[in-house]
């Protein structure tokens, strides 16, 4: 007799494949870096100081005592979380020019996951700008709308010129090159 024609069998939602992503596309939880996790509960705290107002030692206070919060880097946390709300007003003007809808029409998801983005293409020269983007987007994927990834990503693809200029020349300079036989 086999397993598969009892009932409960048959209600079973199909195995997923065991790969580092979920059926939307976003890394799964395992496989996210101490740095990735900062940068989910930092967007976290972004997200409830433009809904909602809320002041940034008391988002901080709330954040360090959600569930993971152990796991994720503190101190890049740190750095997104204040330089991100301290420097708002900077950052949007950075970003302002190249939208295509007044900054208020932006979900406040994809907003703050384009601070997080300039932050760290301006002051975290660690972390290469194709890092950054990869970051950016796998945050939009995973908390923002439907396409909101594709707008993260041109929005912050334009940007990076202007703020990791040698890097960015030297990166898709040696792209566009062919190797030597």
Same mark, same amino acid.
């Given at each position: 007799?086999?397993?598969?024609?009892?009932?409960?069998?048959?209600k079973?939602?199909?195995?997923?494949?065991?790969?580092?992503?979920?059926?939307?596309?976003?890394?799964?939880?395992?496989?996210?870096?101490d740095?990735?996790? $900062?940068? +989910?509960?930092?967007?976290?705290?972004?997200?409830?100081?433009?809904? #909602? #107002?809320?002041?940034?030692?008391?988002?901080?206070t709330f954040?360090?005592?959600?569930?993971?919060?152990?796991?994720?880097?503190?101190?890049?946390?740190?750095?997104l979380?204040?330089?991100?709300?301290a420097e708002?007003?900077?950052l949007d003007?950075?970003?302002?020019?190249?939208?295509d809808?007044?900054?208020? +029409?932006?979900?406040?998801?994809?907003?703050g996951?384009?601070? %997080?983005?300039?932050?760290?293409?301006?002051?975290?020269?660690?972390?290469p700008?194709?890092?950054?983007?990869n970051?950016?987007? +796998?945050?939009?994927?995973?908390f923002?709308?439907?396409?909101?990834?594709?707008?993260?990503?041109?929005?912050l693809?334009? %940007?990076?010129?202007?703020?990791?200029?040698a890097e960015?020349e $030297?990166?898709?300079?040696?792209?566009?090159?062919?190797?030597?036989a």
């Amino acid at each position: 007799m086999s397993d598969m024609n009892t009932p409960a069998a048959s209600k079973r939602p199909p195995r997923q494949a065991r790969t580092g992503v979920t059926s939307t596309g976003a890394r799964k939880a395992g496989s996210k870096s101490d740095r990735s996790r $900062s940068r +989910e509960f930092a967007l976290q705290g972004l997200y409830q100081h433009l809904v #909602g #107002g809320n002041a940034v030692d008391d988002i901080d206070t709330f954040t360090r005592d959600l569930a993971g919060f152990s796991k994720a880097d503190a101190v890049h946390f740190d750095a997104l979380l204040q330089g991100c709300i301290a420097e708002a007003a900077q950052l949007d003007a950075l970003i302002v020019h190249l939208l295509d809808r007044p900054l208020a +029409e932006i979900s406040p998801i994809e907003h703050g996951i384009m601070w %997080i983005g300039v932050y760290e293409l301006s002051h975290c020269p660690d972390v290469p700008w194709r890092v950054v983007l990869n970051e950016c987007i +796998e945050l939009a994927k995973e908390f923002g709308g439907t396409d909101g990834h594709k707008y993260v990503n041109a929005v912050l693809n334009g %940007i990076a010129p202007t703020l990791r200029a040698a890097e960015v020349e $030297s990166d898709r300079g040696s792209r566009g090159k062919k190797p030597r036989a």
